[in-house]
T-cell receptor, first 113, second 116 residues
Framework: AQKVTQAQTEISVVEKEDVTLDCVYE???????LFWYKQPPSGELVFLIR??????QNEISGRYSWNFQKSTSSFNFTITASQVVDSAVYFC??????????FGPGTRLSVLP | DAGVIQSPRHEVTEMGQEVTLRCKPI?????LFWYRQTMMRGLELLIY????????DSGMPEDRFSAKMPNASFSTLKIQPSEPRDSAVYFC??????????????FGPGTRLLVL
């Protein structure tokens, strides 16, 4: 069965600190997608990234970066120089190419000024 | 573009009633997703369509739920009959693959459903 674990329920950091959100997944499939989503306090959902299991290259987008390691079944998300606007719940998800889509429970990040 | 449009934004109904949620994707997008979010179950993908065809409906909870996409600009999610446990926020999203084969999903504001 597929499973996504986000062991960090809540994280608090002070503005400008770097923070890494962990995501560990379980799947028997060799082909799959991994995702990160953001949900700010306003409740909207924001798509951040989709990563194909064939592509283990790290991704950087501005202050955001993602580290995908198949060897440890992890897809961690790092925010560099965090800002108050980064405060949100972040969800990691796993999709085995349309067969089953699983979300993690989310990590609530609070960035304090 | 107006973004993904969902209607209604809020719906209150009584148990046993039929509920229809609507979504208009961004023009030109070829994939459409329906998600549900509850406190108890968290976020779930219910179904997604590609080129109007349902690709993965494994998340649809039971026969009371049905989703259709009669054309590229409209989709419905119907619950018949509704039950209190269907109370949730339902999000619709649409996407289109860019040159990097990244399919950025754009979300609608959600429909908050309360079944009494």
């Amino acid at each position: 069965a597929q499973k996504v674990t986000q062991a960090q329920t809540e994280i608090s950091v002070v503005e400008k600190e770097d923070v890494t959100l962990d995501c560990v997944y379980e799947t028997r499939d060799t082909t799959y997608y991994l995702f990160w989503y953001k949900q700010p306090p306003s409740g909207e959902l924001v798509f951040l990234i989709r990563r194909n299991s064939f592509d283990e290259q790290n991704e950087i987008s501005g202050r955001y970066s993602w580290n995908f390691q198949k060897s440890t079944s992890s897809f961690n998300f790092t925010i560099t120089a965090s800002q108050v606007v980064d405060s949100a719940v972040y969800f990691c998800a796993l999709d085995n190419y349309g067969q089953n889509f699983v979300f993690g429970p989310g990590t609530r990040l609070s960035v304090l000024p | 573009d107006a973004g993904v449009i969902q209607s209604p934004r809020h719906e209150v109904t009584e148990m046993g009633q039929e509920v229809t949620l609507r979504c208009k994707p961004i023009s030109g997008h070829n994939s459409l997703f329906w998600y549900r979010q509850t406190m108890m179950r968290g976020l779930e993908l219910l179904i997604y369509f590609n080129n109007n065809v349902p690709i993965d409906d494994s998340g649809m909870p039971e026969d009371r739920f049905s989703a259709k996409m009669p054309n590229a600009s409209f989709s419905t999610l119907k619950i018949q009959p509704s039950e209190p446990r269907d109370s949730a926020v339902y999000f619709c999203a649409s996407s289109f693959p860019n040159l990097a084969y990244q399919e950025t999903q754009y979300f609608g504001p959600g429909t908050r459903l309360l079944v009494l």
